[in-house]
Nanobody, 125 residues
């Protein structure tokens, strides 16, 4: 079982930066692949970034490559999403998710078993 709590969202001007954090409970954080997803107004939830249990494998959605960086600190039970050069189209609720224990790495939304409550990111032009 994993409980996730996101933080770090807020409002910024286009071109600005934010760092999201996702704090996980439990002693087995390092056994879960982690991902970030987002859902804008009137849109479906979409994949943003994923990182494997060890951090060795990372994958980004094309829309955020070169701007966002996912990382994890297993000793702190925390995953991060550094967001630079933010654009208005990045406006969304951002969700942290943990994959099922059987997945060392996944980008498939239906393979994530645990979800945080989300944190709002608003980028104004």
């Amino acid at each position: 079982q994993v409980q996730l709590v996101e933080s770090g969202g807020g409002s910024v001007q286009a071109g600005g930066s934010l760092r999201l954090s996702c704090a996980a409970s439990g002693r087995t954080f390092s056994t879960y692949a982690m991902g970030w997803f987002r859902q804008g107004p009137g849109k479906e939830r979409e994949f943003v970034a994923a990182i494997s249990t060890s951090g060795a494998r990372i994958y980004y959605a094309d829309s955020v490559k070169g701007r966002f960086t996912i990382s994890r600190d297993n000793a702190k039970n925390t995953v991060y999403l550094q967001m630079n050069s933010l654009k208005p189209e990045d406006t969304a609720v951002y969700y942290c998710a943990a994959g099922g224990a059987s997945y060392a790495f996944t980008v498939r939304i239906n393979e994530y078993a645990y979800w945080g409550q989300g944190t709002q990111v608003t980028v104004s032009s």
